[in-house]
Structures are given as C-alpha cells and as structure tokens.
C-alpha cells in the first residue's frame, strides 16, 4: 500500500470510528463527509431531489472514491459491524427513490445503501434501527434567502417547496392552510407534529456553514391549539423532569470531562495533570459548543484532543492574545504563533520521565 493509499484509509476510518461511536452505525455518507469530499450543500440538493446522483456532486474522480469505499467496507467487515440494507428516498412529495451512483449498477447502489451497525446493539435494536433508517424522510419547505417566484403561478411567499418543475409557493402545493410553528419547545413541535395530518420540516441554508439548518415546522391550525392546550396541562410535570434531566447531564458531563482528561494525558504524557485537567473542563464544558462537544470531541478522537490541547496553548503559552489585541488578524495571529505552539505539543507529547 503507497503513502497516498494509507493516508486515505487513516481519513476513512478515523471518520468512521467517530460516526459509530456517536450513533452505533455507519454508513457511507458518514464517512464521505466525514473526510469531507461531501459538503452539506451538496448533501441537502441530492436529498431534495435535486442532483441525478450524488456522486455527480462530489469532488473527486470515481476511481478515487470507489477506492474510498472499499477502505471503508474493509474496515467494517474486520470490526466486525453487521450489513443492514437501507433505502433512501427524495425528501421531496414524490418520494422516489435517491440514486448514488453515475452508472447505476445495482451492486454499486447497494454497497452505497449498506448501512453497518455495532454488533453491540441486540437484534431488537437493529430491528428497530433499521425500521427508523427506511423511513421516508419528512417533507421539507424552505426559507428563501433571496427573491424567488413560483414555477407553477408566478408568485411568491415565505415559504417553498422543491419540485421537479422548480420552486412551488405554498398555495400551489395545496399546503397554505399550515401554520407555522418556530422551533424552541420540543414538546410543542412534537405534539402539534403527531397530532397534525400533514407536516413539513421548515429549513433555511446558512450561509456561514453551508448547511440547511432547521427552523420550525408547519402543521394544521387545530393540531397545534391542542398541542398546546396539552402542554398547558402538564406544564408542571415537565419542568419537574426538565430539572431531574438537568441533574443528570450535569453527572454525565463530569464523568466526560475526567476521560477527556485522561486521554490528553494518553496523548500528551508530558503535560502537567493539572493543566490537563483544566483543558478538559474547558473544552468539554456542556454548550459551549467547543470542540470537546463536537462529535469528534464526544468521541474522544485524537485529532480534536490534540485541537483542544493546541488551543490552550496558543492562548497561555504564546503572545497570541497580546497579537489579537493589537489588531492583527485572526489568521495573521495563528501563523506567527504555529512554531511555539508546535514546540510545546512536542515537549509535552514525550513521557515526563524521560
């Protein structure tokens, strides 16, 4: 195996372990964006619909990734995991079915749909699982960013959906007598959504990470009142259980935070323990949205350990702060700092004792 051969397969299965790790299965997407030759934009387009396949949306030749998967599937077959055949289908009112590959070829497909599940989980739960994956995914409407006008009538609205003509406005889709719920209370959403005959995932794309990101959902007039006349009831209940769920992240957390500590000190013998226990609890604190809490971080992948390490030192042990003060820009202020932040990780990074 070549240089190039084996730092691909360090890619594909490092974006793997972390993908079972946080769900107990992987699949194939998981992996691609994962080593990020898929973006979320590209992603989001083919499952609307909106892409003949997906691999017509990812950068890189066939040969390229076709070697990708096989490292993947490899990878799976050693550890062990269990093949467990899902379908996908467009999140769009047609429903048809998504196709991955430019040629089509049923056995390409079906290595492509293969989802591999932990052996760990019992056959009820792969069952169970498997059930959840097959689902047809919820009908989405979309936030526009810009002006837009309608394929079918020529006009507009706050809301479309995507179809095969184009962009269709709410009448036209025989869906204006939703309402729209915007997210924020999770009970709410859920029950006005199981109560509601018809709904769509309402989304907008963000510009600044390149995703669809989910802002509410549209539901029936009469499915949201009783929704909410149902919350209003048992109010109380809720926030006594909100409070114990509460108590019970907070342990959670702690026990997370002493194994990122220990894996800072797997990594980095020669950091002191209280440093790398202050590193810990800074970078996996509970939403703070640090990398400690990325799925990565949750994973306690060596790559984001070693991201949280090198950010305690750039801030504490180089003039980075100082440079940033100065008015020098992010980017600047990182490149003139990389050789002492190197430095330190290096230091640390040999065992105490030698």
Not at 238 to 250: F, I, K, S, T, Y
């Amino acid at each position: 195996m070549n240089e190039h051969m084996k730092q691909l397969q360090v890619r594909v299965e490092r974006a793997a372990e972390v993908a079972l790790a946080q769900k107990k299965y992987v699949s194939s997407i998981d992996v691609l964006v994962g080593i990020r030759w898929l973006p979320q934009s590209v992603l989001d387009q083919w499952r609307q619909g909106r892409l003949p396949s997906l691999e017509r949306g990812i950068q890189v030749n066939l040969h390229k990734l076709s070697t990708a998967m096989h490292l993947f599937r490899s990878w799976a077959t050693r550890r062990g995991l269990v093949p467990s055949e899902t379908a996908y289908v467009a999140r769009n009112r047609g429903r048809q079915p998504l196709r991955f590959s430019v040629s089509g070829q049923e056995g390409v497909e079906r290595g492509y749909r293969t989802h591999w599940v932990s052996p760990e989980l019992s056959e009820q739960k792969r069952q169970r699982l498997a059930e959840r994956q097959s689902r047809p995914p919820h009908l989405a409407a979309i936030v526009p960013l810009n002006e837009w006008t309608c394929s079918l009538c020529g006009g507009t609205g706050g809301f479309l959906l995507m179809e095969e003509p184009g962009p269709v406005c709410l009448t036209c889709a025989d869906m204006d007598h939703l309402v729209f719920l915007p997210a924020g209370d999770a009970t709410l959403s859920r029950r006005a959504k199981k109560a509601s005959r018809l709904s769509l995932v309402v989304v907008r794309f963000s510009r600044a990470r390149k995703r669809y990101e989910r802002q509410g959902i549209l539901v029936e007039e009469a499915a949201l009142e009783g929704a909410e006349d149902e919350c209003l009831a048992d109010e109380d209940a809720r926030a006594r259980q909100r409070l114990r769920a509460v108590e019970r992240r907070n342990v959670e957390n702690v026990g997370f935070q002493a194994r990122f500590g220990r894996e800072i000190r797997n990594i980095f013998p020669g950091c002191p323990e209280v440093r790398a226990e202050a590193i810990a609890l800074h970078a996996a604190a509970r939403g703070s949205g640090r990398v400690g809490h990325s799925t990565a971080g949750r994973a306690l992948d060596e790559e984001a350990v070693r991201l949280a390490v090198a950010a305690s030192v750039r801030h504490q042990d180089t003039p980075y702060d100082e440079l940033l003060m100065s008015g020098v820009d992010r980017a600047g202020a990182r490149d003139r700092v990389r050789d002492a932040v190197e430095a330190v990780l290096e230091v640390w990074a040999l065992r105490a004792d030698r």
